[in-house]
């Protein structure tokens, strides 16, 4: 059965409070769930619009401005991961954070590979709900409203020009769609070219970047997904090559 999505105006911040920053839609057949989630982010400047399947979430995205996406991997339907996938394709850059309620790493492998930006599993701590949705929209901000930097502001390997004020990524001048966890670790292997840095490193610079969701796994993952993007040959790579015992070097 197809929900309709939650009116937006029910979930507006109290009278008197400031008005909501972030606009989230979570896709969920679970309305409880979203409605206690609804009402913790509602105190902390983010208004949530619910989504109970694929297809009102298509409505939603036609017809209103979204920042971030929460999406359930078991949805009736269409399921999480499909949807993903989809839009990964037609909205690129749509943050999207990946719902599963799977205590394993399977599906939230896959929705990373498939290309979200981000996992939070369920039963999630609202706090931590909260901190990576503010740190996935900020990531997603960076540079959006940045005045322009000269055409220096970036590095070239091979075919590909990797424009740091940007934060777009082309080959021979064509653009290469990038999650925002793909540019973010490609951005700081670019900035240490010819450097062995560990897994630990690269969080650091993650971090630094305002990163501060990503995970040693996270990076291997990642990794995989910019040597399908980038090397004409993944398993043998020639930009971003694998330093073992340490972690990886950039090699433009």
Not at 108 to 118: F, K, M, N, T
Not at 170 to 184: F, H, M, Q, S
Not at 237 to 249: A, S
């Amino acid at each position: 059965m197809i929900s309709e999505p939650l009116n937006p105006t029910s979930n507006q911040p109290p009278a008197g409070t400031e008005q909501a920053l972030i606009r989230v839609v979570f896709v969920d057949d679970d309305r409880a769930l979203v409605d206690l989630a609804t009402e913790f982010c509602r105190k902390h400047g983010i208004e949530v619009i619910w989504a109970g399947d694929a297809v009102v979430l298509e409505k939603l995205l036609d017809t209103q401005p979204v920042d971030l996406l929460l999406l359930d991997v078991g949805l009736p339907g269409e399921d999480g991961l499909s949807v993903c996938l989809r839009l990964r394709v037609s909205r690129p850059d749509l943050p999207i954070i990946v719902v599963s309620g799977r205590s394993d790493d399977l599906d939230r492998i896959l929705g990373l590979e498939l290309g979200a930006d981000d996992y939070i599993t369920k039963p999630f701590v609202p706090r931590e709900l909260v901190a990576r949705i503010r740190s996935l929209y900020r990531r997603s901000r960076v540079g959006a409203g940045a005045p322009s930097a000269p055409a220096t502001d970036g590095t070239r390997f091979g075919q590909f020009s990797l424009d740091f004020s940007r934060r777009e990524l082309t080959r021979d001048g064509e653009l290469v769609p990038l999650t925002n966890a793909e540019y973010d670790l490609l951005a700081v292997l670019c900035r240490k070219p010819g450097q062995a840095l560990s897994r630990a490193e690269i969080l650091n610079l993650l971090s630094a970047g305002g990163d501060s969701g990503a995970s040693e796994r996270g990076v291997d993952v990642t990794i995989v997904k910019l040597r399908k993007l980038i090397e004409s040959d993944p398993k043998a790579p020639t930009f971003i090559k694998t330093v073992w015992g340490t972690g990886y070097i950039f090699t433009p």
